[in-house]
C-alpha cells in the first residue's frame, strides 16, 4: 500500500512558477513510476508527465518544455516544477504511483489545486 500527499498548489499569475511535491509512504518508493495528471472542470484527466525508477522521464505534449518531473527516492517524492503557466493549466493536479514494469497507475493522491490567473 502507498499512500501520496500532493502539496505545493496555490493561485499563481499566468507566466509564474509552481513547484508540486508528492510524498509517498511505505518503503517501496523505489520500485514505483510517479505520474503527475491534471484534471480541470469538464475536462477529462489527462496525463501530465511520469518518471520511472531509473529517472526516465515522459510528458504530455502540452508541456512542450514547461514543467519538469523529478524524484528524490532518498525522500520518497516526487516534484513538478511548472513554469510559464498559462490560464490553462488551472486544475487539479494529482499524483499517481504505478508498480514497475508499468502497466497501470495504482495509488492516486486526493490532489492539489493549480489555479492560473490571466
Known amino acids: 500500500q502507498v499512500q501520496l500527499v500532493e502539496s505545493g498548489g496555490g493561485l499563481v499569475q499566468g507566466g509564474g512558477s509552481l513547484r508540486l511535491s508528492c510524498a509517498a509512504s511505505?518503503?517501496?518508493?523505489?520500485?514505483?513510476?510517479m505520474g503527475w495528471f491534471r484534471q480541470a472542470p469538464g475536462k477529462d484527466r489527462e496525463f501530465v508527465a511520469g518518471?520511472?525508477?531509473?529517472?526516465?522521464?515522459y510528458y504530455g505534449d502540452f508541456v512542450k518544455g514547461r514543467f519538469t518531473i523529478s524524484r528524490d527516492n532518498a525522500k520518497n517524492t516526487v516534484y513538478l516544477q511548472m513554469n510559464s503557466l498559462k490560464p490553462d493549466d488551472t486544475a487539479v493536479y494529482y499524483c499517481?504511483?504505478?508498480?514497475?514494469?508499468?502497466?497501470?497507475?495504482?495509488?492516486w493522491g486526493q490532489g492539489t489545486q493549480v489555479t492560473v490567473s490571466s
Open positions: 499517481a504511483a504505478g508498480r514497475e514494469p508499468l502497466q497501470w497507475y495504482d495509488y
Open positions: 511505505g518503503r517501496t518508493f523505489g520500485y514505483y513510476t
Open positions: 518518471i520511472s525508477s531509473g529517472g526516465r522521464t
